[in-house]
């Protein structure tokens, strides 16, 4: 709902990354599980996801480059 979503992830993620604000980092291909990757190579730059299920759990992906 036009929250920011580096604070959201701060607040509700319990992913390691959720204290960076969810931020991965820059990742090729065939670094992430291939659902994950799938979703985030798909999106257009500033682009989210919807929900992104793996077998660690839930994600939503924001495609920041």
């Known amino acids: ?18 204290c960076s604000g969810g931020d991965l980092g820059k ?4 670094a992430m599980v291939p ?4 979703a ?4 257009d730059v500033n682009g989210l996801s919807g929900a ?4 660690f759990g839930y994600h939503l992906i924001l495609r920041t480059e």
């Open 27 to 30: 990742f090729g291909r065939g």
């Open 1 to 18: 709902d036009g929250a920011d979503f580096a604070d959201v992830a701060r607040e509700a993620s319990n992913c390691p990354s959720g």
């Open 52 to 55: 992104v299920e793996t077998n």
């Open 40 to 43: 985030a190579f798909a999106l």
């Open 35 to 38: 659902e994950f990757e799938e």
